[in-house]
């Protein structure tokens, strides 16, 4: 079986769990395996009945129970059902054990034999049972529990003993022995086997195995990325500037900045004047824009686009959310009509209709000098661009090299300014954006009031509620986070939606919405757009409005369960207040007694500055605490976290290096693997772009 082979070539794989894979990412074999745990969970300890029924007990929890098979254990039928149940009893007390479809468990449970049972705890009332346990001997029992137990994420319909089955399939059936990484590499730096790696990161044998299991994981991914960029940067060097723009004097630029309501900072004009001469070299532009939240990216890239404009070619912003797009083109369209350009704004996105789609697309082929704002939707195949010298990504995404072929291929050769809030420091930036220049836009505007924060506790929701009233009273706005709901995105969405009734009841005169992930693109946009005018005061979501959301009127975040997130991210979520000139709020709820998740918190409390809370917090970590919070969600490695893997980072860095200067374009024979795996992981990264 080849890794590319569909899930379902697997055993006990139909067309309905097929399905279910795809929701959750899963096409092939190969994706099951980089389907990779989120989380690891020990065997509960042995309990005997008595123990177990003292205990505080969930209903769903796991718990291990053992005893003495005393009688016969039961078989009934129950309609089609064939029902088993045991009684396991420690003197006066006692749990009933309960299988469904395995009457052949009357046989092979020995009367007066000690077994473990595994499983979830029922409570229905005073009667404790634990349906379907697993029965293990006990020797056997203690073994499993030095392993680690691997947590997915799941979807509904999709057990995690199912993932975990399918996963198992996958590794005996895959033939992983060959590894692309040269030996000599793995030996440098003491990594383990790809087999054994890959192996180990779903069923680790130790703590030990599975820090190995990851360190080699995380390599790979930062090799492959690095490589990527740089294969890509020597591919982008040689590609000349045949745009020609409009002398820098007597520009709309200057016209737009002498109306707008605020200066640009020093910072601002500076990352402009970059851009703005690199349109004009002799060589097409590659930069990043690396700004805090709130640093004031996206009236950069519009000055950008109005130069493109100016001198007469088209121009595009790739948002990686509808949300932030459609924000985007409003402000466009109403800055354009403000301040008198003559430019199309066209609005292009997946959940348009065909037939506004096909408008875009017209006014696209028409209008030489076009905004085009939209999601990735926009480069996708039927996108015809007449002139298009500008391409912007704003969040997070990169613009891979098969994105760049994609344009190529309709004879489009584009500048490209990459703009990103992720907090990074230089020497990491210049690792991970090898191949783009650096600006750094490193100062707010002036004007702003540092935001309020306080970490509190539960206690404290009423007073957050009251001070949200007083803040809607005063014509001002608030968001509130949920908490996460780890299991699924369903669950997530029926939490939101039971948080705003819950505050709807608390809040009756206040208009409150909720936003989350599984709402349709329309509704989403509709809700996004009814905050952004002011006829929401409350909006309820999860982080989907983590990045790039504008609503300078909102002065109030307040965070449940704040110390779940990590701090980077909570960073991000507290960036959507402070936007205007109001005093704004940041109030993190701590949910947990932990002193560390307090300690963590304050520093979010303390500082406002995005690389100072990033390199805090990694101080506040100790070194095996890898299966914490990610900081870096941003950049889209699934494992590796560039702040605390940032020596892997730097060894991965060193080790590309190396190999590029021997071999520029990997063509070596030796070097084929790599190569091989680098188009690959190329490829990847833009069916996750597209999706
Ligand atoms: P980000 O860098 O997070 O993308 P935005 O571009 O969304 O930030 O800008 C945040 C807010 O700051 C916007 O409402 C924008 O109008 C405003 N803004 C941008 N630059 C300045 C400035 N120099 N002075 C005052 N306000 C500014
Ligand atoms: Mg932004």
Redesign the pocket.
């Known amino acids: 079986m080849e890794s590319q082979s569909p899930i379902c070539a697997l055993k006990g794989i139909g067309a309905k769990t097929e399905q279910l894979f795809h929701k959750i990412g899963v096409y092939t074999i190969g994706d099951i395996l980089l389907h990779y745990p989120r989380d690891y969970e020990k065997l509960p300890p042995i309990r005997t009945v008595g123990e177990l029924l003292g205990e505080d007990l969930r209903d769903g929890m796991t718990a291990a129970v053992s005893g003495r098979v005393e009688r016969v254990p039961l078989v009934r039928n129950s309609g089609r059902t064939s029902v088993t149940s045991l009684q396991l009893r420690e003197q006066s007390q006692s749990i009933s054990l309960v299988w469904f479809h395995m009457p052949y468990l009357k046989n092979s449970l020995k009367q007066g034999e000690f077994y473990v049972f595994l499983g979830k705890i029922s409570k229905k009332g005073s009667r404790i049972s634990i349906d379907q346990p697993q029965v293990l001997a006990p020797e056997a029992y203690l073994e499993m529990q030095n392993s680690l137990w691997p947590c997915y994420a799941l979807t509904q319909g999709l057990s995690k003993n199912l993932i975990i089955k399918t996963v198992r399939q996958a590794l005996e059936q895959l033939d992983l022995s060959r590894d692309y990484l040269p030996e000599e590499i793995r030996q440098r730096h003491s990594l383990g086997e790809y087999n054994y790696a890959l192996e180990n990161i779903h069923f680790p044998e130790s703590e030990t195995a599975l820090r190995t299991a990851r360190n080699r994981l995380v390599f790979d991914e930062f090799f492959q990325f690095i490589l990527a960029a740089q294969l890509q940067k020597k591919q982008m060097e040689q590609v000349k500037n045949e745009f020609v723009f409009a002398p820098l004097t007597d520009s709309w630029v200057d016209q737009v900045l002498k109306e707008?309501?605020?200066?640009?900072?020093k910072a601002?004009l500076r990352t402009l004047t970059e851009i703005r001469q690199n349109l004009r070299a002799p060589v097409i532009m590659q930069r990043l824009v690396q700004?805090?939240?709130?640093?004031?990216?996206?009236?950069?890239?519009f000055l950008a686009m109005v130069d493109c404009a100016q001198s007469g070619c088209q121009s595009a912003l790739m948002a990686p959310t509808e949300v932030l797009a459609r924000q985007h083109y409003e402000n466009f369209c109403r800055m354009c009509e403000q301040y008198q350009l003559k430019i199309p704004v066209i609005l292009l996105t997946g959940s348009m209709t065909a037939k506004e789609k096909r408008r875009a697309y017209d006014r696209i082929a028409l209008y030489s000098k076009a905004m085009v704002v939209g999601t990735h939707a926009l480069i996708q195949e039927r996108t015809v661009f007449d002139n298009l010298a500008l391409v912007i990504t704003?969040?997070q995404h990169r613009f891979g090299v098969k994105q760049r072929e994609h344009l190529y291929q309709k004879g489009n050769k584009p500048h490209i300014l990459v703009?990103s809030?992720t907090p990074i420091p230089r020497t990491l930036a210049i690792i991970l954006y090898g191949d783009l220049d650096i600006s750094v836009?490193d100062e707010v505007?002036?004007?702003?009031l540092p935001i309020k924060n306080c970490v509190v506790n539960k206690g404290f929701r009423p007073k957050s509620y009251e001070f949200i009233r007083q803040e809607t009273d005063k014509g001002h706005q608030a968001y509130v986070i949920c908490p996460l709901v780890e299991e699924s995105e369903g669950l997530e969405a029926e939490n939101v939606i039971a948080y705003s009734e819950m505050l709807q009841r608390e809040l009756p005169q206040v208009t409150i919405s909720c936003l989350h992930g599984k709402m349709k693109g329309a509704l989403k946009n509709q809700i996004m757009e009814d905050f952004a005018a002011g006829r929401i005061q409350v909006l309820v979501s999860t982080t989907v409005i983590e990045v790039?959301v504008?609503v300078?009127n909102a002065t109030v975040m307040m965070i449940e369960d704040a110390q779940r997130f990590g701090l980077a991210q909570l960073h991000q979520l507290r960036?959507r207040v402070g936007?205007?000139d109001e005093q704004s709020y940041c109030i993190m709820v701590n949910t947990s007694d932990g002193e560390r998740a307090v300690k963590r918190l304050e520093i979010l409390n303390r500082s406002n500055d995005g690389f100072l809370i990033a390199s805090e917090d990694l101080k506040l970590r100790g070194p095996g605490d890898f299966f914490g919070l990610r900081q870096s969600g941003l950049l889209e490695f699934s494992l590796g976290d560039i702040y605390q893997d940032s020596a892997i980072l730097k060894a991965a860095a060193e080790e590309a290096k190396r190999m590029l200067a021997d071999d520029p374009g990997l063509a070596s024979p030796d070097h084929e693997a790599v190569r091989r795996q680098v188009m690959k992981y190329l490829d990847a990264c833009v069916e996750t772009a597209n999706l």
């Not at 700004?291 to 890239?301: E, L, N, P, R, Y």
């Open positions: 707008l309501p605020y200066q640009l900072t601002q700004g805090d939240v709130g640093s004031g990216k996206t009236i950069v890239a704003d969040e703009m809030a836009i505007p002036a004007r702003r790039g504008d300078p960036g936007r205007g």
